[in-house]
């Protein structure tokens, strides 16, 4: 098992930008990928964004052209920076690392808030 650690959260008016990152414990050799979910409030759980060890992106379409995905390895970290942000983007969100054998180990959740 793997913890990872998630910041960046907060409150932001709508058409502002806030960064998350969301650190491992220690690094992977076998990971796969990492990115976040995002949970908003009563509804279902849905992917974002990821990105693969091949360096891969995959964006839901609400937020493609407004979010961008990155990685720094030395780090162990993942970033998610998110620009224009939208009400609808109010949400719990929650970073996520795959690995072999597959598995998948998930941050506590960092709360984005999008309200004037």
């Known amino acids: 098992q793997v913890k990872l650690v998630e910041s960046g959260g907060g409150l932001v008016q709508p058409g502002g930008s806030l960064r998350l990152a969301c650190a491992a414990s220690?690094?992977?050799?076998?990971?796969?990928?990492m990115g976040w979910y995002r949970q908003p409030p009563g509804k279902e759980r849905e992917l974002v964004e990821s990105?693969?060890?091949?360096?891969?992106?995959n964006y839901a379409d609400s937020v493609k052209g407004r979010f961008n995905i990155s990685r720094e390895n030395v780090k162990n970290t993942v970033y998610l920076q998110m620009n224009s942000l939208r009400p609808e983007d109010t949400a719990v969100y929650y970073c996520?690392?795959?690995?072999?054998?597959?598995?998948?180990?998930w941050g506590q959740g960092a709360q984005v808030t999008v309200s004037s």
């Open positions: 990105i693969s060890r091949s360096s891969d992106t």
């Open positions: 996520y690392l795959d690995y072999l054998p597959p598995l998948r180990d």
């Open positions: 220690r690094r992977i050799l076998s990971a796969n990928a």
